[in-house]
Nanobody, 125 residues
Framework: HVQLDESGGGSVQAGGSLRLSCAAS????????RAWFRQAPGKSREGVAAVNIEGGNTFYADGVKGRFTISRDKDKSTVYLQMNSLMPDDTAMYYC??????????????????WGQGTQVSVSS
């Protein structure tokens, strides 16, 4: 079993920055592929970014490329999401998710076994 603990959400004005963290505990060998998803009120959950903690490969949704950066600390089994140039459309609950390093699309939610509780990000105009 893996537990994911997220932190770092908050409220900022448009153009501001936030950094989210996702720390894993337990059987972290099952949580090598880590992703951030988000869900805004009334909308479907969508992939934001992902990283393979071992290899370092990263993946991004088109709407966040150039603004968000996902990184990892292998020793701490922690993943970070640096969010810059935030916009009101980025307002959502952000969830960390983890799975073994399978193939397939990086943002295919059905393969993610472990999910965090979520952290709220609110961006005002």
């Amino acid at each position: 079993h893996v537990q994911l603990d997220e932190s770092g959400g908050g409220s900022v004005q448009a153009g501001g920055s936030l950094r989210l963290s996702c720390a894993a505990s337990g059987d972290t060998s099952s949580a090598v592929f880590r992703a951030w998803f988000r869900q805004a009120p009334g909308k479907s959950r969508e992939g934001v970014a992902a990283v393979n903690i071992e290899g370092g490969n990263t993946f991004y949704a088109d709407g966040v490329k150039g603004r968000f950066t996902i990184s990892r600390d292998k020793d701490k089994s922690t993943v970070y999401l640096q969010m810059n140039s935030l916009m009101p459309d980025d307002t959502a609950m952000y969830y960390c998710a983890a799975r073994p390093p399978l193939g397939g699309n990086w943002d295919d939610m059905k393969w993610f076994v472990y999910w965090g509780q979520g952290t709220q990000v609110s961006v005002s105009s």
